[in-house]
């Protein structure tokens, strides 16, 4: 129930019970609005189907359980109210597989598209995907509906064959293939979400240039990461070399004009232009070595929030699906029906950073927040302490933005036009 409909409830019922369920929704409301972020992103945890069967997928177990039009409607109309004043939201469309659930997308889009002007919002949607299902007429919708979309390719056939495959234990390359070409007419920014296994790690530098010349332009590069999936030595050494070709190729696009983004590097600390003209290279290194100074965890529970296809609250969809986690209910932060439970909301997002204790003699503190808690979880068994491999990927990124950073100063330095802006990925 919401807010007015209790104190609808109080003015006509007037007994004990609807008393005590408005004081305590006044209560909570109080200290949500006091004490937490706004809430301005959502993930529509739409379905926990999908029709591929990746070998490291963390939904681990597919069902066709799916999200209902009245808990979709209701979610929108939660991140209205727990939005605040502030104008800008925004929608993600997750599974499982979303597109599974194009109907239900274009309903939700509706609605909130309706809603917007009276209830002083703009929304902006986005859309995680497999690809596979993305036909013309989809595309064009998407497009039409200003819905930005990631398809998740791991490399060119050879290797994301090898762990993303159909149901039936097919591959699925050829699926996303077919529908490249309009997905590249109605996306011309094209992103991909690049997941790499340790046994083709070495293909890395090959396949993200046969991918960028098929027209994929954008870049969400990460490693598989679950306790099953081990990262060796001889692994993480190729990852290394891979990334620093990566970090050229990357600098040889931005001085050729070429457009090509690179999450890990432009989600992190380069400069501007201008930055890159008037400040030294040292204060810019710092820079990148401070850009999480005093900071801890991420967005899970602050300004971001998933919804299952129950209606209930989480942090983010991978909290809501590592193993264990939302079978324990450790990560769940209420339900649209109930609201927010400010104290595991709090258990979340309240530690502080003396908290960190595997953190605090680790070098790397001022410009890492801790690991993502839900990988911390699956891999520690505690959201607050980091795996040790997810601190060797860490010293990774960083070196290679360096290394970008460096580069990309010198290049400024060296010539007078500007380099074309740096804009987030999808
Ligand atoms: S690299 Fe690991 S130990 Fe170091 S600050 Fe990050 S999470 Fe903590
Ligand atoms: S860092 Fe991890 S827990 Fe935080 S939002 Fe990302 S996936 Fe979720």
């Excluded at 597109?99 to 509706?110: A, N, P, Q, T, Y």
């Excluded at 997002?349 to 979880?377: H, Y």
Aim: proline share 4%.
């Amino acid at each position: 129930m919401t807010l007015l409909e209790d104190l609808r409830g109080f003015v006509v019922d007037g007994n004990e019970e609807s008393r005590n369920a408005l004081a305590g929704k006044i209560a909570n409301r109080l200290v949500l609005d006091k004490a937490f972020p706004k809430t301005t992103f959502m993930e529509l945890v739409l379905t926990e189907d999908c029709n591929l069967r990746c070998s490291y997928c963390f939904v681990k177990d597919k069902n066709p359980r799916r999200m209902s039009w009245n808990v979709a409607k209701t979610a929108v109309d939660f991140l209205i109210t727990e939005s605040g004043r502030t104008e800008n939201v925004h929608i993600l469309f997750f599974g499982g597989e979303p597109l599974l659930e194009l109907d239900l997308i274009k309903r939700v889009i509706e609605y909130a598209n309706g809603e917007a002007p009276h209830r002083e919002k703009k929304f902006s949607y986005s859309m995680t995907t497999n690809g596979t299902l993305l036909t013309e007429e989809t595309c064009r919708y998407l497009r039409d509906s200003s819905v930005k979309y990631l398809v998740s390719v791991d490399g060119t056939a050879e290797t994301h064959d090898r762990h993303r495959k159909t149901r039936g234990g097919g591959p699925s390359f050829h699926l996303i293939e077919k529908n490249f070409r309009h997905m590249k007419r109605f996306q011309p920014w094209q992103g991909t979400r690049y997941t790499i296994h340790p046994d083709s790690v070495g293909a890395l530098m090959t396949n993200v240039r046969v991918l960028h010349d098929m027209g994929v332009n954008q870049f969400i590069i990460g490693p598989a990461m679950a306790p099953d999936v081990p990262w060796p030595k001889e692994a993480m050494e190729t990852f290394a070399e891979q990334l620093d070709n990566l970090v050229d190729y990357y600098v040889k696009m931005q001085q050729e004009k070429r457009h090509f983004r690179l999450g890990m590097l432009e989600l992190g600390s380069l400069p501007s232009l201008e930055e890159a003209r008037t400040q030294s290279e040292d204060a810019l290194l710092q820079r990148c070595r401070t850009q999480h100074e005093g900071e801890w965890g991420c967005g899970a529970g602050r300004g971001r929030l998933a919804v299952n296809t129950r209606g209930e609250l989480y942090g983010c969809s991978r909290l809501l699906t590592a193993n264990g986690l939302a079978r324990d209910g450790l990560g769940r932060l209420g339900s649209l029906q109930d609201g927010f439970d400010v104290h595991a909301r709090a258990k979340l997002i309240g530690k502080r950073e003396s908290a960190r204790t595997t953190c605090l003699a680790c070098s790397l503190r001022d410009a890492c927040t801790g690991g993502c808690p839900a990988v911390n979880f699956q891999f520690t068994g505690d959201m607050y302490r980091p795996s040790l491999l997810d601190c060797e990927f860490t010293r990774l990124y960083l070196e290679v933005q360096e290394k970008a950073q460096r580069l990309l100063v010198r290049q400024a330095a060296e010539k007078e036009e500007p380099r074309e802006k740096v804009c987030s990925p999808v």
